[in-house]
């Protein structure tokens, strides 16, 4: 969902500073890198171990960022460009589509019910609570385990290397939508295909894939 279907990114990574802010801890955006596409649990986590929060409380820090990024989702995050249309490219090929997230059911909600795109989805799953989070494949497992489709025969689209990892672990074809700013790493030639926007989501681009 996060960086593929919206533009939360940044709201995010604001959202992240501004929490530990309060606790005297700056987080550059060279810093902010090394959580992206993790779970708040594990966001939480990883700074925990790196820095002193000063006697503050991870489920405490955990349950304001969910509550402000909930907030966020539901009055300012906007759609990425081309969001709709292709869903209803894979839809109007008679495909399932599935909502595969890091992000939980409440924030999931949240932007599906701003943009109008609760009927869109097949089904969609959180891997919040009780998965593991990306790079870990288990999301990813589980959503073709509902869709009772080998996942050898399923793609996914994601914007964080994390993703890109666990889908591929998962044994699906990836496109790799990476953040403008990341663009030219070359981790992300982990995907079978690497766009720059999804309107590169058309019939070319998608025989080639099936093709692979």
Same mark, same amino acid.
């Given at each position: ?10 709201? #995010? ?11 005297? *801890? ?8 090394? /959580? ?10 990883? #700074? %925990? ?36 249309? /292709?869903?209803? &490219? &894979? ?11 890091? %992000?939980?059911?409440?924030? *999931? ?11 869109? &989805? /097949?089904?969609? =799953? ?12 288990? =999301? ?8 009772? /489709? ?13 993703? =890109? *990892? ?7 074809? =990836? ?29 070319? %681009? ?7």
């Amino acid at each position: 969902m996060d960086g593929v279907l919206i533009d939360s990114e940044n709201y #995010w990574q604001e959202t992240e500073r501004a929490i530990f802010r309060e606790l005297g *801890i700056e987080l550059t955006d060279e810093l902010l890198v090394q /959580t992206r596409g993790l779970r708040t649990e594990e966001m939480v986590a990883h #700074w %925990s171990n790196r820095f002193n929060l000063n006697g503050a409380k991870p489920e405490i820090l955990m349950q304001r960022h969910d509550e402000l990024m909930e907030e966020t989702m539901k009055r300012e995050v906007p759609l990425m460009d081309g969001a709709k249309e /292709t869903i209803r &490219f &894979f839809l109007d090929k008679g495909l399932p589509v599935a909502l595969a997230s890091c %992000s939980s059911e409440a924030h *999931i909600d949240a932007a599906m019910e701003r943009h109008g795109l609760k009927g869109f &989805f /097949t089904l969609k =799953v959180s891997a919040a609570e009780k998965m593991q989070g990306k790079p870990h494949p288990e =999301v990813y497992l589980h959503t073709a385990a509902l869709l009772e /489709t080998d996942p050898v025969c399923c793609l996914a689209i994601e914007d964080s290397f994390y993703g =890109v *990892i666990a889908a591929k672990a998962a044994r699906m074809k =990836v496109v790799a939508l990476p953040d403008p700013a990341e663009y030219n790493q070359e981790r992300f030639g982990a995907a079978d295909l690497k766009i720059s926007s999804l309107y590169e989501i058309n019939d070319q %681009s998608f025989q080639m894939l099936e093709a692979l």
